[in-house]
């Protein structure tokens, strides 16, 4: 499946901001690789993750609350994640972490009652 994040984010820790709106696609990893990044008590099943092994293309500081979305097998897009944190901005070894939409649909009802 295609994802893609998007943000007017840093170009890179410490960075400067864009001019104009920043996407880049990236690969929703497994939550053993995640795991295995951040270890096993940082990462819950309320977060995905989402990036490259090797770096170079993630979200950054600026960036947080926006957009991670994905093209289905029906071609509709859907917010999968939230964009939330990570170590540095695209440092190897470190994957993006986001908040898992679909895992939060049970307390975004509780709470909003809808």
Do not use: F
Not at 11 to 20: D, F, I, K, M, R
Not at 36 to 44: A, F, H, M
Not at 80 to 85: A, E, K, L, M, N
């Amino acid at each position: 499946q295609r994802c893609y994040i998007s943000g007017w984010g840093r170009l890179q820790s410490g960075g400067s901001t864009p001019n104009v709106l920043q996407e880049a696609q990236v690969p929703i990893v497994t939550p053993q690789q995640c795991k295995e990044s951040y270890g096993s008590s940082s990462i819950t099943d309320r977060m995905l993750c989402a990036g490259y092994s090797q770096g170079g293309t993630d979200t950054c500081q600026g960036d947080s609350g926006g957009p991670l979305v994905c093209q289905h097998s029906d071609r509709s897009w859907y917010l999968t994640g939230v964009t939330s944190w990570g170590r540095g901005c695209a440092s190897a070894g470190y994957y993006g972490v986001y908040a898992h939409v679909a895992n939060l649909y049970p307390w975004v009802k509780q709470v909003t009652g809808l």
